[in-house]
């Protein structure tokens, strides 16, 4: 049992917008002397926490928008890194004082924290904690996504929308792992200099080359875009050069892989740059809608769509998420990768 008898904490009581305006009430409250978790499983492990990772789908939980939806009130909080103080009894891989980082399924957000041994991952020494706090999600999202399901290979082309985001981050340097190349498009120099700096082959900046995913001025469908039209979404047309075709300035033969965290109009786009037999992972729906795909077209194209919710893995193929943590981990204390931190 924790000798402590309460913890800072992040409570949230109702559902609403994280961020809210002056005139918005926020739906949590941060709690100075919150219960600490009591129960130790036999197979679990205390963490006294020392950072915790903020994640899209954090902000979506707290909305009420995330496929999880625990209930009220909960403390939300996917990934941790910090310190083991207690073990059950049942734990065999790790011991007190062993510095970790770990997958928490909620309760992120506070002093500490009880997981089961599977999602845990001791660190090396040497990593940074608060670097590792940011790992587990997005690097093991990005790790099933290209190695595991796409299996993507040494001088396949990879085009990467949102990368500038988390997981996209993480996709462009697991690619680079991978000897593959990289097609990062994203919004913003300072965005697209990072993505340089973390090996992307090319990056296009969509608010230096386009306006939206539309076709470029004057531009009339062409027979390529039978099947697509309606992906595009509204005020796709006129509206500056054509993602497609800056992807294809970057790509001429057409990417193998497209890794999407966005959906809406750039996806729509980049499906007109997928090359026969290639495979499109399917992450998420940052821009807020959810695109189409005609089947049709996946057929006669002979694509394969891969839909990752890599959090399901933990239950359906432990083994699978085990090995996209600990390699990526790996990976991180070798160098190989690294995780940008924007906020303490």
Not at 18 to 31: F, L, M
Not at 241 to 258: C, Q, S
Request: charge should be positive; glycine fraction near 12%; include cysteine.
């Amino acid at each position: 049992m924790s000798k402590q008898t309460g913890m800072k904490a992040l409570v949230v009581r109702q559902l609403g917008n994280p961020v809210p305006s002056p005139t918005e009430k926020r739906p949590y409250a941060v709690i100075a002397d919150h219960p600490t978790p009591q129960y130790l499983a036999p197979n679990a492990v205390r963490i006294k926490i020392a950072a915790s990772g903020l994640n899209f789908a954090d902000a979506l939980q707290v909305m009420g928008q995330y496929q999880v939806k625990p209930k009220l009130p909960f403390i939300p909080g996917s990934e941790v890194s910090g310190k083991v103080i207690e073990i059950g009894r049942d734990v065999r891989t790790l011991a007190v004082g062993d510095s970790v980082c770990a997958v928490t399924q909620g309760g992120g957000f506070a002093g500490e924290v009880v997981i089961k041994q599977g999602g845990v991952v001791k660190l090396p020494d040497h990593v940074d904690l608060v670097a590792a706090a940011g790992l587990p999600v997005i690097f093991g999202t990005a790790h099933l996504a290209i190695k595991e399901r796409a299996q993507v290979k040494a001088g396949q082309t990879v085009l990467i929308l949102g990368a500038a985001g988390g997981v996209g981050v993480a996709a462009v340097q697991i690619c680079k792992v991978l000897g593959a190349k990289v097609v990062a498009v994203a919004r913003g120099e300072s965005k697209a200099k990072l993505l340089t700096e973390l090996g992307a082959d090319a990056v296009i900046d969509t608010s230096a080359n386009q306006q939206g995913g539309g076709a470029a001025p004057g531009r009339q469908p062409a027979p390529e875009d039978e099947g697509y039209g309606a992906l595009g979404g509204p005020g796709a047309q006129n509206q500056g050069p054509a993602l497609r075709d800056l992807i294809k300035k970057a790509a001429p033969d057409g990417v193998d892989v497209i890794f999407d965290p966005v959906g809406g109009a750039p996806f729509a786009e980049a499906l007109k740059t997928l090359k026969w037999g290639g495979q499109i992972a399917i992450i998420g729906f940052a821009s807020g809608t959810i695109p189409k795909i005609a089947a049709n077209i996946a057929l006669v194209k002979n694509w394969t769509i891969h839909g990752i919710f890599w959090g399901a893995h933990q239950q359906a193929q432990p083994r699978v998420f085990r090995r996209t943590l600990e390699e990526s981990v790996q990976w991180l204390s070798e160098g190989k990768v690294r995780v940008p931190v924007s906020h303490k």
